[in-house]
């Protein structure tokens, strides 16, 4: 189950509860609202948002974050630092977009008891790839929310994946209308499904 920050319906949280792997992001807003189980906290590992979160003693014992045992940074260090160049003619004002702190998120892991993990960026040269096939207009990066589909799609190929709160919008340089042309394909090829605003009939029991 992979728990967007946007709107969950009615009867989710009993749903993502039950699952057997739960991924909510970074500050876990989907918290309460979408359940608690939470074996994942996907973060954004460089910029503002990282810097914010590692700073925060809220976030650091938030009870999302807490009960999670491993902590998964989507931002390939190498390809991040292979844009910055590029980015500060394209967009000057995104001038510590590249920043990393990814060796900031091992410590806490390592000072908490969590596993960290690193999206490699084969993920998200692939997941870009992908969304080439829907024209999108120019952008900077995939949300997390994609890179995190396509690292789960990649590692867990045959299991069942389910997506709530996924609203695609946000951030303005995310291609949140190609992304949700992508998902849909996928949910039409059977590789994901998204969880309806009233309780589903799983056949597994599980995400």
């Known amino acids: 189950m992979i728990v967007g920050n946007g709107e969950v319906g009615e009867g989710a949280a009993e749903i993502i509860d039950a699952a057997d792997f739960?991924?909510?992001?970074?500050?876990?807003?989907?918290?309460?609202?979408?359940?608690?189980?939470?074996?994942?906290?996907?973060?954004?590992?460089?910029?503002?948002?990282?810097?914010?979160?590692?700073?925060?003693?809220?976030?650091?014992?938030?009870?999302?974050?807490?009960?999670?045992?491993e902590i998964w940074s989507v931002r390939d260090p190498a390809k991040f630092e292979a844009m910055r160049a590029p980015l500060a003619v394209s967009h000057p004002e995104l001038d510590d977009f590249c920043d990393d702190y990814t060796s900031q998120f091992s410590d806490f892991c390592m000072q908490a008891g969590k596993q960290h993990w690193v999206v490699d960026k084969e993920i998200h040269d692939a997941v870009d790839q992908a969304l080439s096939a829907f024209s999108p207009a120019p952008y900077v990066v995939p949300s997390s929310g994609m890179i995190v589909i396509g690292e789960v799609l990649d590692r867990f190929p045959d299991d069942e994946v389910t997506l709530a709160g996924f609203g695609h919008v946000g951030w303005e340089w995310h291609p949140f209308a190609a992304e949700k042309q992508l998902v849909d394909s996928y949910i039409a090829a059977g590789r994901l499904r998204r969880l309806a605003g009233k309780p589903l009939v799983s056949s597994s029991q599980g995400a």
Request: with cysteine.
């Open 22 to 69: 739960v991924i909510r992001f970074n500050e876990c807003r989907s918290y309460d609202a979408g359940g608690t189980h939470t074996d994942v906290v996907a973060v954004c590992n460089t910029g503002r948002p990282a810097k914010t979160m590692l700073g925060s003693e809220s976030w650091r014992t938030h009870p999302g974050v807490v009960e999670a045992s």
